[in-house]
């Protein structure tokens, strides 16, 4: 399907400061009745007050459950300061201004020099994988959330203790939750071979306060210099071409250049933390020569920092964009100030399409709550497109034909706020169209929601994606 660019005027950008407004300009995403009573009743001291409360009447039984409540919420309660004001830009993706505020706000330099390609499912990005594996001189690093057993998973355990054995340094830090199913047969492979293998975050009594935060993040870094990063962990159902629903649509980038020492932070940081061993020295971060001519930067995003810096980066894309905006992300569940700013950007003449997973989704709650929050997108005139050939697990987005990311993020709270993730993001045409073509080859695939259609939703659905959205800061 060949990609249309349709040349928009420039419309009008918004003022920063209204009448009668503080400096600040006007918050985005203002709670409703609903909202407030959501946050309330997330709110651990509420829960702990009543259990004081219960406890001084004398009603012991119901005061211990209050209390046990207020503590769950009170180790669910994401710390991240999200984003309300200054959601009004004057300037466009396409300035100086939009790079160095995206620079600025994020603490990451762009770095130039870049090689960047994309592949397109299992049968592109695996082989890729393993080559560069198979390559690999001196060091390889491996952060995952899942690996599980299976073909592909004793294929790339095969290939890592075979590097090993030839001594070169692998390391893998793997999420404690999510690669919990890496199966016997592999774990005794990557420890008899000397790869060190490490769990993220495992759950244990004294780090019960972070039990909810993982490391989401899919990187594999062999040298220092060629990186790997996507939507793809280490499974069986990602290999293949998207040919069925027990094959899944996804999307990694190879990038082999400096910026490549982005996600290889990001492993240090996290190796730092879980083992106290500082990974330093060439064989990490070596020399790096230019490989391409593309201009890239890594975001990384942890709880621990207090603030997204992977929210910052789509908020701020998303309120610059003056043409086009256009998300594919398995998960999308936009709270009030990003449901907010997307109809902003549709209401000066953006072309906002996103692109969600369908029937196959894997995750109920987190389909309930996108289809719940459809309504004010479409009245808005936002383009919603469900895409129901497999599992369609990319997290992309590409605005105005220059500016694209790729990366692990879901558009949900839990990856803002309580996983740890890495957005690759690009300023490159040729990469932006690339993504573009990729976007509308998949709307294929894809069935498009019509505002009748969602009003028309069945009672089920309806309560399921009230229940769900009401516990959306979870998903």
Not at 3 to 24: D, F, I, N, T, Y
Not at 117 to 136: C, H, K, Q, R, S
Request: charged share 20%; proline share 4%.
């Amino acid at each position: 399907m060949p990609l249309m660019r349709v040349k928009h005027p420039s419309p009008p950008v918004p003022p920063q400061k209204r009448a009668g407004e503080s400096g600040r300009g006007r918050p985005k995403g203002r709670l409703g009745w609903l909202g407030s009573g959501r946050k309330l009743f997330w709110s651990w001291w509420l829960w702990i007050a009543a259990a004081i409360a219960l406890e001084i009447l004398g009603h012991w039984g119901p005061g211990v459950a209050c209390a046990a409540i207020g503590f769950v919420f009170y180790l669910l309660t994401p710390q991240e300061h999200v984003p309300r004001y200054g959601l009004d830009t004057a300037f466009a993706v396409h300035s100086h201004e939009f790079l160095t505020s995206i620079v600025g706000t994020t603490g990451v330099p762009l770095v130039k020099n870049n090689k960047i390609t994309i592949l397109n499912n299992g049968d592109e990005f695996y082989p890729a994988m393993l080559e560069a594996i198979g390559n690999a001189r001196k060091t390889i690093t491996m952060e995952a959330y899942i690996f599980w057993k299976g073909d592909i998973g004793l294929r790339f355990a095969q290939a890592l203790a075979e590097r090993r054995q030839a001594g070169v340094t692998v390391k893998l830090l793997l999420d404690a939750v999510g690669s919990a199913s890496i199966g016997a047969e592999i774990e005794k492979i990557l420890q008899e071979s000397g790869c060190e293998l490490v769990w993220y975050n495992p759950i244990r009594l004294r780090t019960i306060s972070r039990f909810n935060n993982r490391t989401h993040r899919k990187s594999l870094v062999v040298d220092g210099r060629i990186a790997f990063t996507g939507g793809a962990g280490i499974a069986d159902h990602w290999t293949g071409n998207a040919q069925d629903p027990a094959h899944w649509r996804d999307i990694q980038i190879r990038l082999e250049g400096p910026d490549a020492f982005g996600l290889q932070t990001g492993f240090a940081q996290n190796w730092l933390d879980t083992t106290g061993e500082l990974v330093s020295g060439e064989g990490f971060f070596p020399p790096c020569d230019a490989a391409g001519t593309m201009a890239a930067l890594t975001i990384l995003s942890t709880p621990e920092a207090g603030s997204s810096a992977v929210r910052i980066m789509y908020y701020l894309s998303i309120v610059s964009a003056r043409h086009s905006i256009y998300i594919a992300n398995p998960y999308f569940i936009p709270d009030d100030a990003a449901t907010e700013i997307l109809i902003d950007a549709r209401h000066r003449g953006v072309d906002v399409k996103v692109m969600i997973t369908g029937i196959h989704n894997d995750m109920r709650l987190s389909r309930y709550s996108s289809i719940h929050l459809y309504g004010k997108l479409l009245e808005a005139g936002i383009e919603i497109y469900e895409y129901n050939r497999t599992m369609l697990h990319q997290k992309t987005m590409v605005v105005d034909g220059i500016w694209s990311t790729v990366g692990t993020t879901n558009f949900d709270n839990r990856s803002f706020a309580l996983n740890e993730e890495s957005n690759v993001c690009v300023h490159d045409r040729r990469l932006a169209e690339q993504l573009e073509q990729i976007f509308m080859e998949d709307l294929k695939g894809c069935d498009q929601v019509t505002l009748e259609n969602w009003r028309r939703r069945g009672l089920k659905t309806r309560l399921l994606g009230a229940v769900c959205v009401f516990l959306k800061d979870q998903t």
